[in-house]
């Protein structure tokens, strides 16, 4: 009798764990994201996932493809849009020309941090609710660190960039070459051989990559730069979104500059911390540039804004207004975000 009995709150608790199962799973939703697992555009993946799943007490679940796993990422806008999966993670640098509004974030005007960048990029797109992501419903936006040089040989002064080869990619290239080096494109997992045998000498990227991928045992220097941004967004299909009941919906949106919010102080944390390792593990020299090079850098480069408010405007689009706007939430957010 007792084994009966045994037997039945078994069958009883496998019922109840049933019955939980269905729940949570009541809502499903794919995540797809292109970078490796260890970088922050997929730490956020999973904190949003993490979020999400809490504040909707289970019902919603968020099964996460890091790694392009689902889908590249070029593809991952169409692929959103197309519903391949329900939510991607975009780099919108990545499809030049796409996204002509937001790309006036990743101009290199400075930037000191990716909280800044942030707050700006969340009011920028409030306000102007750009077209371009009209098929789909954002549900995060942020920004990576403004880009530095890690490099082989030490970058004191405009001079020593002249001829060199740096890997780099997107929004990153224009400003390298009015810098006089000399841009090399080709994916991240190329980069190490690549500096290894001498055909790049160093890389344009944010700092947190010289611990996560280990690029400050090949690269001795960092120059602080403060050059461009890459501007990212969590997106997802209309059709889910559309779906979804009212109160996951306001779940998400509740989330949204949280959300976005958070990723800029983890990455900026997360680059300190970089930096730090890099220090203590490798004797990595961070450079900071005299004032008068700083200037004579973003001097250098400022002319990639007038070109870019120029050919924006010829496309129907409001860019010296946003440029405006941008440079004085910049100015409002540093002093707010210190």
């Not at 500059?257 to 890099?278: F, R």
Request: aromatic share 10%.
């Amino acid at each position: 009798m007792s084994r009966i009995v045994s037997l039945l709150a078994a069958f009883i608790l496998i019922l109840g764990v049933t019955a939980t199962q269905t729940v949570a799973a009541d809502i499903e939703l794919s995540y797809a994201n292109f970078p490796p697992p260890i970088t922050f555009p997929c730490v956020q993946m999973e904190k949003w996932k993490e979020e999400v799943e809490k504040r909707t007490s289970g019902k919603v679940a968020v099964k996460t493809f890091p790694g392009g796993s689902l889908l590249k990422a070029k593809a991952m806008y169409d692929g959103v849009v197309d519903g391949v999966a329900d939510i991607g993670c975009v780099a919108f640098p990545y499809q030049p020309g796409r996204f002509p509004l937001l790309a006036g974030v990743d101009l290199p005007i400075g930037f000191p941090n990716s909280k800044v960048a942030n707050a700006v990029l969340w009011d920028l797109y409030k306000k102007y609710n750009p077209k371009s992501l009209d098929d789909v419903k954002v549900l995060a936006l942020f920004t990576a660190p403004p880009a530095v040089i890690m490099s082989k040989d030490p970058i004191r002064v405009m001079a020593d960039l002249k001829g060199y080869e740096l890997r780099s990619t997107g929004a990153g290239v224009a400003p390298l070459k009015l810098l006089g080096a000399v841009p090399v494109s080709m994916p991240m997992p190329a980069t190490p051989e690549a500096l290894q045998k001498g055909v790049v000498k160093g890389i344009l990227s944010s700092t947190d990559i010289l611990k996560d991928f280990r690029f400050a045992e090949l690269c001795k220097y960092t120059t602080i730069a403060d050059l461009q941004t890459t501007a990212f967004g969590v997106v997802m299909n209309k059709d889910k979104w559309n779906a979804l009941p009212d109160d996951v919906k306001k779940v998400f949106d509740d989330l949204a500059k949280e959300h976005s919010y958070w990723t800029g102080k983890y990455v900026d944390d997360h680059g300190m911390e970089a930096i730090e390792w890099s220090k203590k593990e490798h004797g990595h020299e961070v450079i900071k540039l005299s004032d008068g090079e700083y200037k004579a850098w973003h001097d250098k480069v400022a002319p990639l804004a007038d070109e870019w408010i120029t050919a924006t405007e010829g496309r129907g689009l409001p860019a010296k207004a946003f440029f405006d706007d941008m440079a004085a939430l910049k100015a409002k957010y540093e002093a707010e975000l210190k």
